[in-house]
């Protein structure tokens, strides 16, 4: 392995009683870069996340971070090492307020989430730094809201912010714009991109407009397999891209895809 790549597979294989849902994957995922996982309904890019962060099992094949083979730890072990995954599905605690839930993040990674004997001081220090990630979204005015009542953008905003009490090495996210406005999808184009930041994103995103404003490289996915890999104005004009995205057939009737046909 290069010293440039932060994660990488090895014929990674994933199969259900003889459904094989991914396909000799083989990723190589370079430091400092964002990274994206695209493809239609059923590639496999889930599942590829899922194996990557021990939610599932590898049938066979490698999972490397950093050089070392972490295919037989957990997940919370894969967490602590600095590969954290953000879920499609916003998971931040509904009844309590932001602040409070990027204080239980940060007790967590601390593992202090149990030690109410703790003193004020402490307390206070976690403060200081659940601020200081709160006004990394742009969450700050939102400190003392009850989560259940900010918009569906900021609360997946909230969640990326407790992702980063984590201090992840490499992020990994699962389709962080769906089900979001326009208005929302650029704040959160902007929110990854400021994340990105000295450290490393591996993302799912069907949205090709938000994949060819932020991401280096990307790799496409089809039924499982890799179908091809490389920059977004590449990829975007692979006849093979177009015909698992568009259904173009063999003809090739139709030009590359482009980001807003592939968003909708």
């Known amino acids: 392995m290069s010293d440039q790549y ?48 021990k939610f599932l099992i590898p049938t066979r ?19 602590r090492k600095g590969m954290v995954r953000s879920f499609q599905i916003s998971a931040v605690f509904p009844h309590m307020t932001a602040l409070e839930n990027i204080r239980v993040a940060l007790q967590s990674f601390e593992g202090s989430s149990f030690s109410f004997w703790k ?23 939102f400190a003392n809201t009850m989560t259940v009542e900010l918009a569906y953008g900021r609360k997946r905003a909230l969640e990326l912010a407790t992702t980063l009490a984590m201090e992840p090495e490499i992020l990994l996210l699962d389709e962080p714009t769906q089900g979001m406005g326009t208005e929302d999808v650029d704040r959160v ?20 407009s938000v994949v060819s404003k932020l991401c280096d490289r990307i790799t496409v996915l089809a039924q499982g397999s890799v179908l091809t890999e490389g920059d977004y104005e590449a990829v975007s004009a692979d006849p093979r891209v177009r015909e698992v995205y ?19």
């Not at 950093?66 to 894969?78: L, N, R």
């Not at 003193?119 to 005015?141: P, Q």
Request: proline content about 2%.
């Open 6 to 53: 932060v994660l990488e597979t090895r014929s990674l294989v994933k199969e259900f009683k003889g459904f094989v849902a991914v396909d000799d994957v083989n990723l190589q995922i370079q430091k400092g870069h964002i990274h994206a996982l695209i493809g239609p309904n059923g590639a496999g890019k889930t599942t590829v996340f899922n194996l990557l962060t």
């Open 61 to 79: 094949g490698q999972i490397l971070f950093k050089g070392e083979d972490i295919t037989p730890m957990k997940s919370a072990a894969i967490a």
């Open 119 to 141: 003193s004020g001081a402490s307390l206070n220090r976690l403060n200081k730094r659940a601020m200081e990630l709160l006004d990394s979204v742009g969450l700050t005015e």
């Open 189 to 208: 184009v902007e929110l990854v991109r400021k994340a990105a930041e000295g450290r490393t994103v591996l993302m799912v995103e069907h949205n090709l």
């Open 246 to 264: 568009m259904g173009t057939g063999s003809s090739g009737e139709r030009g590359a895809v482009t980001a807003e046909e592939a968003a909708q």
